[in-house]
């Protein structure tokens, strides 16, 4: 999403550095005609940093690391953080900010590469009114929908947990239902027409069960995304006393799928686990040969 996002804003007339560690990411923004670096510490010429990362610790390595970018930009530059991340993080991730006279707008994105690339995301975005002024042309560039959640920190990450709640919660409903389709000899193809124009249907199904039927787990979204995410839901819900026992559930098909070797594959990966305990048969390639 950050190779997609960082296009989307040359296409529309940003100077945009790319960073990333990955050579083939720095290849591909050059194609599309943009300059990229590998280290986070040579955007010093940036006034307005997106930071599209997956999880925490990776933000902390790319502010303050030893080759982080913060040390090296200028007062009142702003950080838009767009990654998913508990809500009292990027509440303190704030605060340390502001120590350091920058700017933060807790900014996390949802809609996939495709979106991204195409300047449609959904922004569920928190800061100061400064922190939104500053952002105002690079939203306007990226996202088609940008929700103002309140003037500090934390509102963002907190919306954006409601959603990768729910996300995951569908993707592994939507994984369940379809191994007792299938278990019980029903056709794949007939559950996904049937089910998308019943009142079953849901936007997770209708995305994630064609590339169960196509038998393709080239990873749009990661098994390990959620794995990580809904942690996050778990964690603050003990921190709030609420309990969450659908999101854990949902928790621990995907730590299964992961924990079975297929982290790395796309979250309709989940169907697996199902493969690997009933024995059940799944459209083409989808097999897992270890499982049979």
């Not at 790319?18 to 050579?23: L, T, V």
């Not at 990362?53 to 303050?64: C, S």
């Not at 690391?65 to 508990?86: D, K, N, W, Y």
């Not at 979204?221 to 921190?239: C, M, P, W, Y």
Request: glycine share 10%; with cysteine.
């Amino acid at each position: 999403m950050g190779l997609g996002t960082a296009t989307a804003l040359l296409r529309q007339g940003f100077h945009v550095t790319g960073c990333d560690i990955a050579a083939d990411a720095r290849t591909a923004f050059a194609s599309a005609g943009g300059r990229s670096v590998s280290s986070p510490a040579e955007l010093a010429h940036c006034h307005i940093v997106l930071v599209v990362v997956v999880n925490a610790a990776q933000v902390e390595r790319v502010l303050f690391g030893e080759q982080g970018v913060i040390r090296q930009l200028m007062p009142g530059s702003l950080i838009m953080q767009c990654a998913t991340v508990a809500p009292s993080q990027a509440r303190e991730l704030g605060e340390r900010l502001a120590a350091q006279g920058m700017l933060l707008l807790d900014a996390p994105i949802s809609g996939g590469a495709a979106k991204a690339k195409s300047g449609e995301l959904s922004v569920m975005a928190s800061g100061a009114p400064e922190a939104f002024a500053c952002a105002q042309p690079v939203l306007a560039a990226m996202a088609a929908k940008v929700y103002p959640l309140g003037d500090t920190p934390g509102a963002g990450s907190s919306m954006k947990l409601v959603n990768q709640l729910l996300a995951g919660v569908h993707i592994a409903t939507a994984a369940e239902a379809m191994a007792l389709g299938i278990r019980m000899g029903l056709d794949p193809e007939v559950i996904f027409e049937v089910i998308t124009h019943s009142a079953g249907n849901s936007w997770m199904f209708e995305n994630r069960v064609p590339h169960i039927l196509s038998g393709d787990y080239t990873p749009l979204s990661a098994v390990d995304i959620f794995v990580k995410d809904l942690n996050i839901v778990h964690q603050t819900g003990r921190e709030l006393a609420l309990a969450t026992p659908i999101a854990s559930s949902a928790l621990q098909q995907f730590t299964a799928a992961s924990g079975a070797g297929f982290g790395r594959e796309d979250d309709s990966a989940v169907i697996k686990v199902y493969q690997r305990l009933s024995g059940i048969t799944l459209p083409d390639a989808a097999n897992d040969a270890q499982g049979a």
